[in-house]
């Protein structure tokens, strides 16, 4: 067989959508800015295998300089625990972010939730105050909030789960309830509140909206499937190509790929003809589940060289993005929120 040369560049932009700001993010990010004077405290959830693509720049504007840290989750998705390559990944996100302090975690690793309790035994105390700390865990849709709080109460006050969670965005729509996480004598305990995830009013590189549909911070009806397949096989192709080989040989054509996936995993409409929508999303779950190469998606040498030009660190602001937002919803049919 001729060598395989993976795809360099992605070349199927054109029809992606966006935007996926939702009447509940607009309304949970306000009530956020209303509640900051009672807040003591933010964790800013971001996604492990997304490191810089999952930051919303709106939460820097919304929560201003509260005391933080930044938790990178689903860490177990990301890398092989221990492997050089983990180690280097998060020297590199570290590095972007020195001026916070910083965790990786996976929900399920006690050892990684425990530093996280350590930290905020000492961080996270207000004892001048009755009602004790007050946390605001905030982040986009979907990366795993409620995960972390459920964890973080169990391995702090030895108590079960609170909060719903689940597998697509959406599952926390309104600011919940004080969830206790730590108890101390004399009644300064810490409490977290968990927040709905909150999207970006508009995206402007349409390659960070693949990512963020991969990771599941879109709901999986807004980017056609085969597209996001299509995406995943090129950056599967850059890091592994043997990582499918279970169902295809290395290739950079997304309908073969599927067609050998549905025919292994028996996803065939009538007369035994592949399908394709279906295959698609079963194969984003096997890479969702770590089955399908654990990588991040995210070039962090291409950021670090992005962020050292000065011509080329320039954000959208909140307003700017809001206004972006407005227009492109005028030219267009709106995004319907399909989980509502
Ligand atoms: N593999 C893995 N899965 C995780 C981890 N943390 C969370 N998840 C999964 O990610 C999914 C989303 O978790 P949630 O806690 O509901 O996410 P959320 O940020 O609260 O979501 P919203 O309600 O949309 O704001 C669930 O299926 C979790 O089981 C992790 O560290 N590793």
């Not at 909206?209 to 096989?233: N, Q």
Request: net charge positive.
């Amino acid at each position: 067989m001729a060598q395989f040369l993976a795809r360099q560049v992605f070349p199927h932009y054109g029809a992606i959508p966006r935007s996926y700001f939702l009447g509940h993010h607009r309304a949970g990010l306000s009530k956020m800015k209303n509640m900051l004077s009672s807040i003591d405290y933010v964790v800013e959830c971001r996604d492990y295998r997304a490191p810089v693509t999952s930051m919303n720049p709106m939460f820097e504007e919304a929560l201003g300089n509260k005391k933080r840290i930044i938790v990178y989750t689903k860490r177990d998705l990301g890398a092989i625990p221990q492997s050089p390559t983990q180690i280097q990944l998060e020297q590199k996100v570290r590095n972007f972010d020195r001026n916070s302090t910083v965790f990786f975690t996976s929900s399920a690793v006690r050892a990684d939730v425990n530093k996280i309790i350590k930290h905020l035994r000492n961080d996270a105390a207000a004892p001048e105050k009755l009602t004790g700390c007050r946390m605001m865990v905030v982040g986009m849709p979907n990366v795993g909030k409620s995960t972390l709080i459920n964890h973080l109460r169990n391995h702090g006050v030895g108590k079960a789960k609170a909060l719903k969670t689940g597998g697509q965005p959406g599952i926390t729509r309104k600011i919940a309830s004080p969830v206790k996480i730590i108890e101390r004598e004399g009644g300064s305990h810490t409490y977290v509140l968990d927040t709905p995830g909150v999207f970006m009013p508009y995206v402007p590189d349409a390659e960070n909206m693949l990512k963020l549909a991969l990771v599941g911070c879109v709901k999986d009806a807004v980017i056609s499937p085969v597209t996001l397949v299509d995406y995943l096989l090129y950056q599967v192709n850059l890091h592994d190509p043997l990582a499918y080989q279970r169902w295809s040989e290395p290739t950079n054509e997304v309908v073969p790929l599927l067609e050998g996936f549905a025919r292994h995993t028996g996803l065939l409409m009538k007369g035994g003809v592949p399908n394709l929508d279906s295959a698609a999303l079963h194969f984003i779950q096997k890479w969702r589940a770590g089955e399908v190469g654990r990588f991040i998606l995210d070039d962090l040498d291409a950021e670090k060289r992005r962020r050292e030009d000065p011509m080329q660190t320039e954000r959208l602001s909140m307003s700017q993005a809001l206004k972006v937002e407005r227009t492109s919803r005028k030219n267009k049919p709106e995004v319907d929120d399909p989980s509502t």
